[in-house]
């Protein structure tokens, strides 16, 4: 089969042959990685890595959208290959990592160092998910032919890792050393399934173990997994991680950790079957969960995010996890923590979007970078539930994007109701027409486009709205506000979103769309003729009900 990845992985005739493509690692003292030795660089907002991209594509498999950059090779022999040199380039990057958690100067969360090392052993089950038959016929003769005693140990970023590990395993609280232990497990299982007589080639070719590979050698490991060198920034370092995540969960969402034959965990030994059994469930969830905060972390052109491990005794941590794309971490009333993995059971667990819906989720983020605009699915569901519950006769949005917002509203309008939809764009709102004649709502939507200041201006004065929602430019939501509310039926609902705009609106020196969202919510909570709740989904929204008339007269 013939198929592109990105225009920088290249399978030719059968699959199996992968051209080159080009790793660029900090080179670092005695070429050991040191991400603060490098400049900063602007390669990331570049050509050359295509961040945006790559961030859609995460952000749509949190939507529950399939992450379909390319189809895996379809023989057998290929995705073997395949696994083996993306695995391996993942591996040295994750290696970066967890050596600069090492060494970072003061003290590290031990919750950290155990997601990245357990990180690293899914890489190796993932590398290493061929079936023995396969990786004695495709593999190991391609590393013969390299040269007679390849080894694992010619890897020039794990050079002083092992001494690393064990230092934080014996100076570090239990669950260190528990992680180390179970990452030299995995690798000596799935080392055992592939070589079932255990000589490895450096063995075979009579020498040993622990030796100081030759400038040559570890030139050759370099040239064999198609790895080139040369000094990048921390930014870079993660959008080439990125970029390895996404392709490996698109295989894994296509075609399972193990494709054919039985994991290693099956011939592991009874005393840590169960753990590498947990690891083999997880894995896709570790690289989604490790995807996310890379996406949200190189858009922004910081320093690398340690990613966030899953709960369980495979991926305990003590620290807090960073969540990406939702402002951080969220903690609600009662102290429950709204990580990426209870948000997933959390939409999960609501009225999924059907068809019609879903496709328009997909191409939104075909968009880019813009589909940000789009309202997740679980906020989605609750403005069709909101419309019900007021029995909505008359709905009035501001700012339908590609209009999955006002499909939304549309179904929950009671019979005979509408939604005045108000936006600028017709490059946007005719993807959201085509949308709304697919779901057969287009006769409850009236779409009106020019500035929405002058669209509600021109709206009866009256009291008759029974529900508004709000999600445009952040620096009018007040004039929007004051426009709407005299518009509100008593006991109508207002609900506004970005009200956390990515968790900025808590700092007091915040500037620009934070600030003018932070003088909303201000100015909302004022407001005495409403009442209102915040509520922690996606990015934070305000609903609001208007109260009745002082003298309880209601209009």
């Not at 369980?312 to 903690?331: I, N, Q, R, T």
């Not at 201006?457 to 430019?473: G, K, M, S, T």
């Not at 922690?536 to 609903?543: C, K, R, W």
Request: aromatic share 6%; glycine share 10%.
């Amino acid at each position: 089969m013939s198929g592109r990845l990105g225009g920088e992985l290249m399978f030719l005739g059968t699959g199996v042959e992968p051209g080159a493509l080009h790793l660029l690692l900090p080179p670092g003292d005695s070429g050991v990685p040191d991400l603060l030795c490098v400049p900063s660089c602007t390669a990331v907002r570049g050509g050359s890595f295509r961040v945006s991209e790559w961030a859609a594509l995460v952000r749509a498999g949190e939507f529950g959208c399939p992450v379909e950059v390319c189809d895996p090779p379809a023989r057998a022999d290929g995705l073997a290959w395949y696994r083996w040199i993306v695995g391996h380039q993942a591996t040295f990057l994750e290696w970066s990592l967890l050596r600069g958690a090492l060494t970072r100067a003061g003290p590290v969360p031990a919750g950290d160092i155990v997601t990245l090392l357990d990180l690293y052993s899914v890489l190796l089950l993932y590398a290493g998910s061929c079936p023995p038959e396969l990786y004695q016929q495709v593999i190991r003769p391609r590393m013969a032919r390299a040269h007679p005693a390849f080894s694992g140990e010619w890897a020039l970023d794990y050079r002083g890792l092992p001494r690393l590990l064990k230092q934080a395993a014996d100076a570090g609280p239990p669950l260190v050393g528990r992680a180390v232990r179970r990452n030299h497990r995995v690798h000596m299982a799935v080392a055992a399934q592939l070589v079932p007589g255990g000589v490895s080639l450096l063995q075979q070719a009579g020498r040993g173990a622990g030796g100081e590979p030759s400038a040559d050698e570890y030139g050759l490991y370099d040239r064999f997994f198609l790895s080139s060198r040369s000094p990048v920034c921390a930014h870079v370092l993660q959008a080439q991680l990125l970029h390895r995540l996404v392709r490996i969960t698109a295989d894994l969402e296509s075609c399972g950790l193990y494709y054919r034959g039985q994991p290693v965990s099956a011939v592991a030994p009874d005393g840590f079957r169960k753990e590498i059994e947990e690891l083999e469930q997880t894995a896709l969830l570790r690289f989604r969960r490790q995807a996310a905060d890379l996406a949200s972390s190189a858009q922004d052109h910081a320093p690398p995010r340690l990613p966030t491990g899953p709960a369980g005794p495979a991926g305990s941590v003590e620290s807090v996890p960073f969540m990406s794309d939702y402002g951080g971490l969220m903690k609600l009333v009662k102290g429950v923590e709204l990580t990426d993995e209870l948000r997933r059971y959390m939409v999960e667990h609501g009225t999924p979007p059907d068809p019609v819906a879903q496709d328009l989720i997909v191409r939104t983020h075909a968009l880019g970078q813009v589909a940000e605009m789009q309202i997740p699915p679980e906020q989605g569901a609750l403005l069709t539930l909101l419309a019900r519950l007021v029995y909505a006769r008359l709905v009035v949005e501001v700012g339908p994007f590609t209009g999955y917002s006002t499909l939304c509203l549309a179904r929950g309008v009671a019979g005979g109701g509408k939604v005045v939809t108000c936006d600028l764009s017709p490059q946007w709102t005719d993807i959201a027409r085509e949308a709304w004649l697919k779901a057969q709502v287009a006769d409850r939507i009236e779409l009106r486009l020019g500035p929405a200041a002058d669209t509600l201006a021109a709206l009866p004065e009256r009291p008759e709205v029974d529900l508004v929602f709000i999600d445009a430019d952040k620096v009018s939501y007040i004039g929007y506000w004051e426009q709407l509310v005299p518009r509100l039926r008593p006991g109508g609902l207002l609900v506004a979103d970005n009200v956390f705009y990515g968790g900025a609106v808590a700092d007091p020196e915040a500037v620009g769309n934070a600030a003018a969202i932070r003088a909303f919510n201000d100015h909302a909570r004022a407001d005495a003729r409403m009442e209102l709740v915040m509520l922690p989904i996606a990015d934070g929204i305000t609903l609001a009900r208007k109260l009745p008339a002082p003298d309880g007269v209601v209009a």
